[in-house]
């Protein structure tokens, strides 16, 4: 893909999360929980540190790990798990970009993802702590 194609892709993922998926719970619990478990296993302190940190083999990885799964929930009709899996794996590619909008919106985008993942973490340690 090249990087105009990629541009185009990462800005409507990003409308579509401002048209749509802010609005709709279930899509802002999957994101905040799988964000907060990308973070957890990279021993990151939120999404953005775990962007600044990850190495290109690291990034390389995840990315493919995240585009299969979004394939797989794609085939099995689970579209708000693939629409989740692809908007984070191309947060993660949109923190390599230089172009000065998409940065702009990635930094939006990170601190997005960074408080849906405190919020899922906040309300799944709740829950978890009720007797």
């Not at 609005?23 to 939120?46: I, Y």
């Not at 692809?86 to 909008?101: C, D, K, M, N």
């Amino acid at each position: 893909m090249s990087e105009a194609d990629f541009i185009t892709q990462f800005h409507g993922v990003v409308d579509e999360l401002d048209k749509v998926g802010r609005a709709d719970n279930e899509t802002m619990w999957l994101l905040g929980s799988l964000a907060a478990r990308l973070v957890r296993e990279a021993k990151a302190d939120n999404w953005t540190d775990l962007k600044l940190r990850i190495g290109p083999k690291s990034l390389e990885e995840l990315v493919t790990t995240l585009d299969s799964q979004a394939a797989t929930y794609q085939q099995d009709g689970k579209t708000k798990q693939a629409y989740v899996a692809r908007l984070l794996g191309i947060s993660l590619v949109a923190g390599r970009v230089s172009e000065p909008r998409l940065r702009q919106r990635d930094q939006l985008l990170n601190n997005f993802i960074d408080t849906a993942a405190i919020v899922f973490i906040e309300n799944h340690n709740a829950a978890n702590a009720r007797p």
